[in-house]
């Protein structure tokens, strides 16, 4: 059995500078961070040991120091957290602060702001919550609620897959032909670069095994992506889920991972996977990151 990797996988830039800026502020004072820094348990518990706190609301907090995640903020909660008397680090992602400059140049020009992600992502709270009028959407059901209106300007959270978001364009355009639609891309590039390798990896695997946070939206969207083109997709979060039965008479086994996913994790996770397997040493192609 041969064991290859996407090539594009695992943790992105914005995902490792938030995590190297709370570990480094961790060593000078007592760090609390506002929800999960990323969605990765084994980050997450290395944060623990190191003695950072989570906690959900700005009134939770009681150390010096607080944390905005990499999935940023709005404007609003950053007032309300600097109000507490509280020294705020931002480790929100460059990417997604092009998302919210994006929003502001579309009301700035008199759009209607439609947001193409989950209504419930910390993300999309952070993309909305200073806005007056504004309406999300992630299928085409949802697309069908959309109120007419002669100015519709979409972005989308930066973590969902480029193709989902540009059908929900089209649709929103035929179904407002009199509507001045515009639309921003705002997925970012590491997003866009692993759902490309995950197709051309899922194409070439008879299973494929994604690694990532049970809470990851950029994992779920690549397990999602995978399954589309290959019949035997399994999501594990480390070594510990892997089933030996998810093998069997496999001839080629695909590994991705999602942006908050540790390269530790996906090393261990290969490992065990040829370990059950068998399987020889991979060629340094098939490890490209």
Known sequence: MDVIRAQHLGMCFGVRDAIDLALEHATHAPLTILGDLVHNASVLATLRAR?????????????????????????????????????VVEATCPLVHVAHRAIRALIRDGYHPVIIGQRAHVEVRGLTEDLDAFDVILDERDVEQLPERPRLGVAAQTTQ??????????????RFPESDVRFIDTVCLPTKQRQSAAIDLARRSDVVVVIGGANSNNTRELVSTCRRHCARVHHAQSEADLDPAWFASAAVVGITAGTSTPGDVV???????????????????????
């Open 51 to 87: 003695g950072i706190v989570t906690v959900e609301e700005p009134a939770q907090v009681t150390t010096p120091v607080v944390m905005i995640t990499a999935h940023g903020a709005s404007a609003r909660r950053l007032a309300g957290t600097r109000a507490l008397g509280v020294e």
């Open 267 to 289: 090393d261990r996770v290969e490992r065990h996977i040829r370990m059950l397997a068998g399987a020889g040493p991979v060629a340094a192609t098939e490890r490209a990151r």
């Open 161 to 174: 897959p480029i193709d989902r978001v540009r059908q929900l364009v089209t649709l929103i355009r035929r």
